[in-house]
């Protein structure tokens, strides 16, 4: 069995200046600093076998933080856990999206399932490539008979194409699953025949109102 503590990266510039965020390597900032801070402690004791994040900064940082208190376990970069690819939308002011390509901030904003990014990729490239990875890194760690725990640290939009997948959703009802804020964690487990069960969905209570984007920012369901 493997239980897999997935978290999304802490702020970076581009969720505090209201940018899209997908392959950008935007740096994190002191907000997320500070939400680092009570992530490692909210994780200090989580038996953790190995720690696995996506290759971009921000990601990586806060897989770091997760590591804060905790000797000898390994950190793995695993290019699927990347975020979506936007492409030309990369950076882009969410305000602007609707005006430069509104086709494309159409199917965002309304049908997701269906959206494209102008030279990057689609929802449903996305939703295939991190359900492979997740399923790989796991099937990789299975040991029958053996309780494992991981840690899996990724981004927004990837985030939400892995639940609503691994909740037996079509990719239709992605906008059932709600955007996790930064450093919120999802739990799932994994049986023996590779199953896996969600257990927990956004769970971000190590962090105060203020160190909160989605509260701060007023964040919709939408944004990556």
Same mark, same amino acid.
């Given at each position: 069995?493997?239980?897999?503590?997935?978290?999304?990266?802490?702020?970076?510039?581009?969720?505090?200046?209201?940018?899209?965020?997908?392959?950008?390597?935007?740096?994190?900032?002191?907000?997320?600093?500070?939400?680092?801070?009570?992530?490692?402690?909210?994780? /200090?004791?989580?038996?953790?076998?190995?720690?696995?994040?996506?290759? +971009?900064?921000?990601? /990586?940082?806060?897989?770091?933080?997760?590591?804060?208190?905790?000797?000898?376990?390994?950190?793995?970069?695993e290019p699927g856990l990347i975020e979506i690819d936007l492409g030309k939308i990369d950076g882009m002011d =969410?305000?602007?999206?609707?005006?430069?390509?509104?086709?494309?901030?159409?199917?965002?904003?309304?049908?997701? =399932?269906?959206?494209?990014?102008?030279?990057?990729?689609?929802?449903?490239?996305? =939703?295939?490539?991190?359900?492979g990875a997740v399923n790989a890194i796991v099937q990789k760690e299975q040991e029958p008979g053996r309780e494992?725990?991981?840690?899996?640290?990724?981004?927004?939009?990837? +985030?939400?194409?892995?639940?609503?997948?691994?909740?037996?959703?079509?990719?239709? /009802?992605?906008?059932?699953?709600?955007?996790?804020?930064?450093?919120?964690?999802?739990?799932? /487990?994994?049986?023996?025949? &590779?199953?896996?069960?969600? +257990?927990?969905? &956004?769970?971000?209570?190590? +962090?105060?109102?203020?160190?909160?984007?989605?509260?701060?920012?007023?964040?919709?369901?939408?944004?990556?």
């Amino acid at each position: 069995m493997v239980t897999v503590y997935f978290v999304r990266h802490c702020a970076a510039q581009g969720n505090v200046d209201g940018k899209f965020q997908g392959r950008i390597d935007c740096d994190i900032t002191d907000l997320g600093r500070k939400q680092l801070d009570l992530l490692a402690v909210r994780l /200090r004791n989580v038996p953790f076998a190995a720690v696995y994040t996506s290759p +971009l900064v921000r990601a /990586r940082k806060t897989a770091e933080a997760v590591l804060r208190y905790h000797e000898g376990v390994p950190l793995y970069i695993e290019p699927g856990l990347i975020e979506i690819d936007l492409g030309k939308i990369d950076g882009m002011d =969410w305000h602007e999206f609707p005006n430069i390509y509104p086709e494309a901030a159409d199917a965002w904003y309304h049908h997701p =399932w269906d959206f494209k990014a102008p030279d990057g990729e689609s929802m449903k490239d996305v =939703w295939d490539r991190v359900w492979g990875a997740v399923n790989a890194i796991v099937q990789k760690e299975q040991e029958p008979g053996r309780e494992k725990t991981l840690c899996l640290v990724t981004h927004g939009c990837a +985030l939400r194409n892995y639940l609503c997948r691994a909740k037996g959703l079509p990719i239709e /009802r992605f906008d059932e699953v709600p955007l996790t804020d930064n450093t919120g964690i999802c739990k799932v /487990r994994y049986d023996d025949a &590779g199953v896996p069960e969600v +257990l927990v969905v &956004g769970d971000a209570s190590h +962090l105060t109102p203020e160190l909160s984007v989605a509260k701060k920012m007023g964040w919709g369901a939408k944004k990556a």
